[in-house]
């Protein structure tokens, strides 16, 4: 019988026995009991399924967790070797484009292997983005402390992202900001600083990065703006790219602005300070 009913009947028996019982103790002043016995023996049976049907699902529980564990560490080591097809942050584009929130956008993307990417860029976003890359584990602490600091101080609200959480987060998420993705970002950068070189981080960022509205990764950006391969980039060319990388679709790398421009000197200086392309030896 299953348990629901047979629940039921026992509440009905025991509804009557308890008005017999009743009737007869009062008479005979007696404490009533039974009733309460018959309940004893109900409870411990609810009791009983409440922690069956907790423990089954702290069970499910663990097994989704086990399974995205499983899966996400082997996506990021199929991707270690295999070129993204696309990126989380493409694939939301591509949906709202399906669905008409932005149908206007267009997605330009193309991958290109690390030789065929010029060393101006890949030396220009280092400068721009993330000095500290090769030296880090995904994590520039000194940076995140000064900006919680400066952010507490009623300061411009600024990040402290490196690449390697770049690359996670445009890779594997979606850019709306809240505790959840920001702990998805930390554990996807630990896996890619774990399962892949430092070189490969950087392959896969300037080649998912948007650098105009649509425009992801070198090969567009290069083809789009300059007309050139990404190999021909100049030192210049570069850093204008890595110039809007703050914000590709309010920094124009087109019709650059004033800060645009200023910030291309800038880079340009960094990377001059930084060695040049050599500095990419360290990865």
């Not at 004893?40 to 089954?56: E, H, K």
């Not at 082997?74 to 694939?91: D, E, I, K, Q, Y």
């Not at 010029?118 to 280092?126: E, F, G, T, Y």
């Not at 007309?227 to 087109?254: F, M």
Request: with cysteine; charged share 20%; glycine share 8%.
């Amino acid at each position: 019988m299953p348990a629901c009913l047979d629940n039921t009947l026992l509440l009905s028996m025991g509804f009557v026995t308890g008005l017999r019982l009743g009737f007869y103790q009062l008479k005979n002043g007696e404490e009533d009991t039974a009733v309460a016995s018959l309940f004893s023996r109900i409870r411990p049976g609810r009791r009983a399924a409440g922690r069956g049907s907790l423990a089954g699902l702290l069970i499910l529980i663990g097994r989704l967790l086990l399974a995205g564990l499983v899966l996400s560490v082997a996506l990021v080591l199929v991707l270690r070797w295999v070129a993204p097809p696309t990126s989380a942050f493409m694939a939301g584009r591509h949906l709202a484009q399906l669905f008409g929130s932005d149908a206007r956008s267009r997605i330009s993307y193309q991958w290109v292997d690390w030789e065929g990417i010029s060393p101006h860029l890949l030396l220009a976003v280092v400068a721009a983005e993330d000095q500290k890359f090769p030296r880090h584990a995904g994590f520039d602490f000194d940076s995140i402390g000064k900006a919680l600091e400066k952010n507490r101080q009623g300061g411009r609200l600024r990040g402290a992202s490196t690449i390697s959480q770049q690359v996670a987060k445009n890779l594997f998420l979606w850019p709306e900001r809240s505790y959840v993705r920001k702990g998805l970002e930390a554990y996807f950068t630990v896996l890619l600083e774990c399962l892949w070189p430092k070189k490969r981080i950087l392959e896969v960022y300037v080649n998912i990065a948007e650098f105009g509205d649509g425009i992801y990764g070198v090969h567009a950006a290069a083809a789009r703006f300059f007309n050139k391969q990404p190999a021909e980039l100049t030192k210049w060319d570069a850093a204008l790219l890595a110039a809007v990388l703050p914000n590709p679709r309010v920094l124009k790398a087109r019709k650059p602005s004033s800060y645009v421009m200023e910030r291309r000197r800038w880079i340009a200086t960094q990377m001059r300070q930084l060695n040049g392309p050599d500095y990419l030896r360290k990865l």
